[in-house]
């Protein structure tokens, strides 16, 4: 392993331990006393005894070590009939066909500016990081179909993004931070984080008072098809609430860390995502010219009128099979994140016709692992989405980029149509090139680190969190001149 960098993300050493040793259904990793021990599951028939058959509950280690970000009552965190509770009142407004009636044209609308912003970038020629001004637009996006609010951060500060921003790199493995577990301990580190969890709860407090107190709530309400997600969620809280006061503490703060929760995970998500979409076709361009195909077949060549086409009809972007494939197999090779659980005395996993308890060491179900077994997917760290185009079929259990089973991501149809749209509008008009080398022959050093071959090359994952590209995958970007460029 001393020939990989140091900083490469966990799920991807774990697949190369996996390798190296010849390693099947589950094992056994002890690092003390850099952590305590953990059993990794690399089979998705294991995975799924866990995920699906029963549903061991979420790690409260890792949650805790998130909770700056995720706040106290997050639906990822949760466990048990809390966690039932937060899902009923927050699974309507995710539904995809609640977010295809509703958020399409705002989110073609922020996709609009990053155009923009990808235009000025092609005149000047200059190298930009994509995640950041992908972070930007997923927030931008969350916030529409969330909050029904435009937090206009891909053209201005906002305080609750940039409180939101500072505290992600006050968090233990950002650059600024160190991974030194003592650093928790430090005075500055907690007085940093206090500083901008205050921030976002000031912020939130007034969106929520603004929103629920004013008399003109109850005609928003009456729209029904127009309500977002913190909306309905205020529905479903007062049908539990049986007629007693519903906005009322209890809501306020439940509401306040589903938001930065939503912020978190879903802005994450898609701008890693698309980072990677956009390395891997310009590594694949024969791709591209079969996605420019399909747009035209299903918009029109023209592509000043794609934007107004998907106002209108939203369900345009069922009609794109090979763009959803394209999608898959992005996540497939980087998943942004997978699932940590702790054990059960109440449930047991067999595997090789062995019954083996759960209770013991926490869980870590990689999904990175899983998803590049040759077991399961022919020549597995290629890139190769027509593996996800019929007639070609994999197990349903090896792909879990979102993880699967009733504690699956809440957000995954949103990350999913907020993809499809930044694709269908980008990639005809503009080209994507990686600028790691040509970076690194500016600064005059290895400012990027080294190439992962198989693994994403210079734009390797690293962990802040989630799993990010190495040096936010800087990029030259240009216009495409010919319907085949």
Known sequence: MKKYPTDLHPQVVMTLITREYNLTGFWYLDTWP??????????????????????????????????????????????????????????PGFSSSHL???????????????????????????????????????????????????????????????????QVLWTPGAPSVSLNPFILLNPVYKYMNWKYERQMYSFLEDYLERRFSSSSNNEKQKLGRKLRVIDIALEMYAGEKMGRSIFDKEFRKTAMDNIRTFIFAGHDTVSSTICHIYQLLSEHPNFVIRLKAEYDNTFGSDLTQTSQILKRNPNKLSELPLTTAVIKEALRLNPPASSVRSGDPKIQITYNGKIYDTVGPEIWICSHTIQRSANSYPSPDSFDPDRFLPPNTSPPDAFRPFERGPRNCIGLDMAMMELKLIMVLTLREFKFDLAYEDLNAIKGDREHGQKVDGFGGWGYQTLLLNARPKGEMPMRISRRITSSS
């Open 34 to 91: 850099i952590s305590s021990p953990i059993v990794i599951v690399i089979d998705p028939m294991v995975a799924a005894q866990i995920t699906q058959k029963s549903v061991l509950p979420k790690s409260a280690h890792i949650m805790k070590s998130a909770s700056h970000l995720l706040g106290k009552r997050s639906i990822v965190s949760a466990n048990g009939g809390d966690w039932k509770s937060l899902r009923t009142m927050f699974n």
């Open 100 to 166: 295809i009636a509703t958020a399409v044209p705002g989110m073609v609308d922020d996709i609009g500016i990053f155009v923009q912003k990808l235009s000025s970038y092609a005149d000047s020629g200059e190298i930009v990081c994509m995640f950041k001004p992908a972070m930007l637009l997923a927030i931008d996006m969350i916030g529409r179909v969330v909050m029904d609010t435009d937090f206009n951060s891909q053209r201005d500060e906002n305080l609750l993004v940039n409180a939101f921003a500072n």
